[in-house]
């Protein structure tokens, strides 16, 4: 069974920096393209940034470019989201994703209980 569990988040305060792990078992993830999202209150889960398997091909949305960046450790079979310059606007809860590409990555269904990160001062 595929599955992704995410950790790492908490409070910080604006401007703060924070990592996001996500944990994956049931696959090896130097074989897929890996996602992240996020879910506000009341808000759709947002697409932040996709990396693809071989790390020629990224996407990152407007309001996390040059702040956030997603990396992977193959040797450990984990996923992070180093998170930068963080604002009130990121208070969400986050979610890693991962699929064959990320236009696949983008339609991911099988959500897991995220880690809610609060950004206040």
């Known amino acids: 069974q595929v599955q992704l569990v995410e950790s790492g988040g908490g409070l910080v305060q604006p401007g703060g920096s924070l990592i996001l792990s996500c944990a994956a078992s049931?696959?090896?993830?130097?074989?897929?393209?890996i996602g992240w999202f996020r879910q506000a209150p009341g808000k759709e889960r947002e697409e932040l940034l996709c990396?693809?398997?071989?790390?020629?091909?990224?996407y990152y949305a407007d309001s996390v470019k040059g702040r956030f960046t997603i990396s992977r450790d193959n040797a450990k079979n984990m996923v992070y989201l180093q998170m930068n310059s963080l604002k009130p606007e990121d208070t969400a809860v986050y979610y890693c994703a991962a699929d064959l590409v990320c236009e696949l990555v983008r339609s991911y269904a099988s959500w897991g209980q995220g880690t809610a990160v609060t950004v206040s001062s």
């Open positions: 990396i693809s398997d071989d790390d020629e091909s990224t």
């Open positions: 049931g696959f090896t993830v130097d074989y897929y393209a």
